[in-house]
């Protein structure tokens, strides 16, 4: 059974730039979440989606934003990237909203400079 | 609010001795759900571990135990006989509600030596 897959594995961007983060939860899985890890904040809630709607959200700018698709992927959006936005990005998917746990991704790993 | 303290940041141990990982959580609703997570370097969390608030059951899998006390809002996680391939960051988390949202702790480096 594949895992949670998240793509690209590491990006660099520019100051200002925008960029997708792409996660595909594992087969029937319709929650998806995703964090944002820093060694400063440590890890932080960035929102959740289950069939199609943002059901949660995390204390972050309108500059982050998601969505999901009918088949469950996910992407998150950052746009007028800022340097303090270099962090690992980590997907998460649950059948049933976490209750059981989350199976993460290995996440994408974003360097704005 | 919740608030996850795992006030050990970093444990060095020899190969083969016990190790524990303190984790205490605070919030005011009576459901909430706690969990266990290893990141190796690779980045990836790997899920060790849910606990329910209303299951106060002692829980061992292989090396890897887990005692939850309610009284004292701990849940604490050993490992027996810890090997090598034990080092790792570990990560206790707690959700409330539909337990869709976690709350880290800041983790603990755990490191095992020869």
């Known amino acids: 059974k594949a895992g949670v897959t998240q793509t690209p594995r590491y990006l660099i961007k520019t100051r200002g730039q925008q960029v997708t983060l792409s996660c595909s939860p594992i087969?029937?899985?319709?929650?998806v979440s995703w964090y944002q890890q820093t060694p400063g904040q440590g890890l932080q809630f960035l929102f959740e989606?289950?069939?199609?709607?943002?059901?949660n959200k995390g204390n972050f700018p309108g500059r982050f934003s998601g969505r999901q698709f009918s088949n469950s992927r996910s992407e998150m959006n950052v746009s007028t990237l800022e340097l303090g936005d270099s962090a690992l990005y980590l997907c998460?998917?649950?059948?049933?909203?976490?209750?059981?746990?989350?199976?993460f991704g290995s996440g994408t790993r974003l360097t704005v400079v | 609010a919740q608030k996850v303290t795992q006030a050990q940041t970093e444990i060095s141990v020899v190969e083969k001795e016990d190790v524990t990982l303190d984790c205490v959580y605070e919030?005011?609703?009576?459901?909430?759900?706690l969990f266990w997570y290893k990141q190796p370097p690779s980045g990836e969390l790997v899920f060790l571990i849910r606990?329910?608030?209303?299951?106060?059951q002692n829980e061992i899998s292989g090396r890897y135990s887990w005692n939850f006390q309610k009284s004292t809002s701990s849940f604490n996680f050993t490992i027996t006989a810890s090997q090598v391939v034990d080092s790792a960051v570990y990560f206790c988390?707690?959700?409330?509600?539909?337990?869709?949202?976690?709350?880290f702790g800041t983790g603990t480096r755990l490191q095992v030596t020869l």
């Open positions: 998460a998917s649950s059948a049933d909203r976490g209750r059981s746990g989350y199976t």
């Open positions: 087969s029937g899985h319709r929650s």
């Open positions: 989606y289950f069939s199609e709607t943002q059901r």
């Open positions: 919030t005011r609703d009576t459901t909430y759900y």
């Open positions: 606990r329910n608030s209303f299951d106060e």
């Open positions: 988390a707690g959700s409330t509600g539909t337990a869709s949202k976690l709350t």
